[in-house]
């Protein structure tokens, strides 16, 4: 018996699935374009500064690393350590203040995010940190680091950690974990579409492994992504039984209570992680 035309199925049906989700809800964000107003600027920041009096005056500038800026009329403003919000009325008392607009109009959001991160690990394309959008989820962190790997587990374990910190471990003491289903994800279910905030942590695990011996076409170790694969599945990523092979009589070494047990399964069979399948040559 040969399952050629089911070669892989689980690794790329999966990994495309995700792929083409994590894009779509990616460029979907990044349309929205909506910028919380308790965001807290930070230095690196570019603030995109419009002003409806006197449109000289409008303008994208940078936060310095003391936190200021420069801005036309009243120099040097602080805008470190405040919300947009917080920025906006800070303009509007200097310039009323100091007698240039009698009711200045100014609103500020933010151009560019530089000064908060994220830190993406684990199984996907390029991990890394990433510049912290104002509204950043799990989705749109995901697609940022590439998607995940076709070795990647079914979940993805986010870290909440102290602003301005490096990466954080889910086994630091005080930190606050959250287990998100990415099968959940890919069919559409966002209410596990966690919001992230500076200093978190995504850690995608890998997948756990079985392995796939004797008459198939691709021997070796594969990724356990489906929860529940059966033995027709795990032979369809080794590439299939080969011609002599026999599929009655495959047998399945796991190691139970610490014991290594032989078993014999059928093909609709459930395996477990760490499962070796093998495939015995048929009696001629």
């Known amino acids: 018996m040969v399952f050629d035309e089911r070669r892989s199925s689980i690794q790329i049906l999966t990994t495309a699935a995700l792929v083409a989700l994590l ?27 419009t002003s409806y ?24 403003f602080r805008a470190g350590g ?4 917080e920025v906006e009325e800070g303009l509007k008392t ?10 200045p109009q100014i609103t500020v959001t933010v151009e560019q995010y ?9 199984e996907v394309r390029t991990p890394g940190s990433y510049t912290l959008s104002g509204d950043m989820s799990l989705v749109e962190a995901l697609a940022r680091a590439g998607s995940t790997l076709p070795t990647a587990g079914t979940e993805a374990i986010v870290v909440h ?55 198939v076409k691709a021997p070796g170790a594969y990724a356990l992504q489906l929860s529940h694969t059966t033995v027709l599945q795990a032979l369809s990523l080794a590439g299939g039984v ?35 399948i093998i495939v015995p040559e048929r009696f001629l």
């Open 23 to 49: 894009a779509v809800v990616s460029s979907a964000q990044s349309r929205r374009g909506q910028t919380p107003n308790d965001y807290v600027v930070g230095a690196q920041d570019v603030l995109a500064i």
């Open 53 to 76: 009096d006197q449109a000289d005056l409008s303008g994208k500038f940078t936060v310095e690393t003391d936190g200021t800026f420069t801005f036309p009329l009243i120099g040097r």
């Open 82 to 85: 405040l919300t947009l919000r």
């Open 94 to 103: 200097r310039l009323r203040d100091e007698r240039y607009f009698k009711n």
């Open 114 to 122: 530089r000064s908060q991160k994220v830190f993406v690990v684990g």
């Open 161 to 215: 950690g102290a602003p301005g910190a490096g990466p954080t471990l889910a086994a630091d003491a005080a930190a606050d974990v959250v287990h998100v289903d990415l099968r959940q994800l890919q069919n559409g279910e966002f209410s596990n579409n966690t919001r992230l905030t500076d200093g978190d942590t995504v850690i995608v695990p890998r997948a756990e492994s079985i392995y796939v011996f004797g008459q």
């Open 242 to 276: 080969l011609d002599r092979g026999s599929t009655s009589r495959i047998r399945v070494v796991r190691i139970v209570d610490g014991q290594k047990k032989e078993l014999k399964v059928s093909l609709t069979d459930v395996v477990q992680p760490g499962d070796t």
